[in-house]
């Protein structure tokens, strides 16, 4: 269908087309030269010109939701709000200086507690902040 679609031409009726026309090309497609994208734009009266920095010919691929936005703005006239999911990514790194000493000195027992209590402080602040703990 791809092959199919390559070789028709319809640039004879572009003109003729009187229906709202929305035109999505990603510049550096592979399958079809930004050129096209443009020339059909050009052609279609009144049509909606779209460019993408960058993405694949298939739009399902790349952009997704730029795209589905773009066609959800041309037919309805707005875009609903986006729910933006930001997170900060951060690493915690504790070392207990002279910890070795310190374990001999408060024996093993005291020790563990204390290494009890840090991790029990570290996994209270990554639920606090929907943090994921990761070992390296």
Known sequence: MLRMNTFLDLRAVLPTIRV????VQAIDDRDVDV???????????????????????LWWVSHQEEIVGEIQEFLT?????VDIDRFLATCLFTDIVGSTPKAVD????????LVERHNAAVRSELARHRGVRSRS
């Not at 096209?36 to 010919?57: F, M, N, Q, S």
């Open 35 to 57: 050129r096209d994208g443009r020339y059909l734009a050009e052609h279609i009266p009144g049509a909606k010109l779209v460019e993408l920095p960058t993405g694949d010919h």
């Open 20 to 23: 709202p026309a929305l035109v």
């Open 77 to 81: 006239g707005s875009r609903p709000a």
């Open 106 to 113: 408060v024996g093993d027992r005291r020790w563990r507690a």
